[in-house]
């Protein structure tokens, strides 16, 4: 892969760095995410019962559409179900405070087929991003609110990797790097088709 004039490793490689550089607390499902929590301001501390309930009401209209992807009509007790498997992750996004990652992956594949971010918004909950493959990873930098990565791969480069930038109350994807093999068999960094510009290399050695 090719990165400001360097070359490095396959694709795979560059992929496990992002997966290992920076990652959210470790990820705990919604079954277990209601009980009780120690009273800390611990970022990566298990949801109460009324966050979690708060937190459902946001997740579920996102969750019935990708329900829908494998199940055409949706009954309230599939996407409950579903609900129950989902992977509760906390995640510190600086000067907003904690926000939750919600991922859905029945197929437990490497890419995930929901993987939104949410927000605690005046007792309820509001997505900032809707996401799907793998992520958020926190890139390391001074920014009030860190800049995220998501990701998604289908084979060594064969990847897109999305930064999305807080600003003006909101997160929008402001960058994008798309993997390719290159003619001596490395993975070299070009510009998506969605024409964002690419960002440099965020993991520097």
């Known amino acids: 892969m090719r990165y400001n004039g360097r070359t ?3 694709g795979i490689v560059f992929l496990a760095s ?3 550089v ?3 607390a470790p990820s705990i499902s919604a079954q277990t995410a209601g ?3 120690a009273q800390s301001a611990n970022e990566d501390a298990p949801l109460s019962e009324s966050d979690l309930a708060h937190l459902r ?3 579920v209209p996102d969750l019935r559409k990708a329900v829908a992807i494998f199940n055409d009509d949706p009954g309230v007790t599939d996407v409950a179900d579903e609900f129950k498997s989902c992977k509760i992750t906390p995640i510190g996004l600086g000067a907003l405070g904690r926000g939750v990652v919600v991922e859905w ?3 437990q594949t490497p890419n995930a087929s929901m993987i939104n971010l949410y927000l605690p918004d005046h ?3 509001r997505k900032l991003i809707a996401g799907s493959g793998f992520g958020p990873t926190i890139l390391p930098g001074s920014r009030p609110v860190p800049d995220l990565v998501f990701g998604g791969a289908m084979g060594v480069c064969h990847a897109t ?3 999305y930038r807080f600003e003006r109350g909101k997160y929008s994807a402001d960058a994008c790097d798309q993997e390719t093999e290159g003619k001596d068999g490395s993975c070299a960094i070009v510009a998506c088709e969605n024409k964002l510009p690419t960002f440099p290399n965020p993991f520097p050695d």
């Open 18 to 20: 992002l997966l290992i």
């Open 8 to 10: 490095a490793a396959p």
């Open 161 to 163: 990797y999305t930064r």
């Open 105 to 107: 992956n029945p197929m």
């Open 22 to 24: 920076a990652r959210p």
């Open 35 to 37: 009980k009780p929590a």
């Open 57 to 59: 009401e946001a997740v």
């Open 123 to 125: 007792g309820a909950y």
